[in-house]
């Protein structure tokens, strides 16, 4: 008789009884927009020809360090817009890369007001990547540990076998509360 409130919470949640009211926040026009680029010069601004940096984890937050919104950019030349924001101070951090060197400030405290869209670049030098000998073997697999195609298709074969078995245990499960 344990299944018994799981069984019934699930239950209710398909009906949408036990879902949350939702919750109705003023919309707002705000919006801090952000833009990595490639500072091939290394100058700290982005010049005519500088491509969008793909790959970069853009993290906006609040000054104490909470973070509630993410992006990673991409090779769009349009900058990404984190929209709909409340006026406030939001802290705004481009993650860190063993593969670009920063050329501009990664980490910026912007205050909003109503009404604002703030556009925010981030340049980065992109670096070679540097692998050693034994980084390359790592990123290559062994082949003992491949398996076939005969293989693979065993172990497919016996998950869906284990998967049917505790489908029809959890049928049966059911079926004994209901009745």
């Known amino acids: 008789m344990r299944f018994v409130p799981a069984l019934l919470i699930i239950w209710l949640g398909f009906l949408g009884w036990a879902n949350p009211l939702p919750v ?3 919309q707002s026009n ?4 952000v833009l990595a680029f490639a500072d091939d010069n290394r100058n700290g601004v982005r010049d005519g020809g500088e491509l969008p940096l793909p790959e970069i984890g853009v993290h906006l937050g609040l000054p104490d360090g909470l973070i509630f919104a993410t992006h990673i950019t991409t090779t769009q030349s349009s900058p990404f817009c984190f929209d709909g924001l409340p006026g406030g101070e939001y802290s705004l951090r ?3 890369s063993v593969n670009h060197q920063p050329t501009t400030q990664n980490s910026v405290t912007i205050p909003v007001e109503n009404g604002q869209r703030i556009r ?5 030098a992109p670096q070679a990547p540097i692998l050693t000998e034994d980084a390359q073997r790592l990123l290559q697999p062994a082949e003992e540990t491949r398996l076939a195609t005969s293989g693979r298709l065993l172990l497919a074969l016996l998950a869906a076998v284990v998967v049917m078995v505790l ?3 959890f049928g049966a499960v059911v079926v004994s509360v209901l009745n």
Request: charged share 10%; hydrophobic share 55%.
């Open 94 to 96: 481009f993650a860190e």
């Open 120 to 124: 925010v670049e981030f340049g980065a």
């Open 30 to 33: 705000n919006a801090i927009c």
């Open 167 to 169: 489908m029809v245990g």
């Open 24 to 26: 109705h926040a003023q």
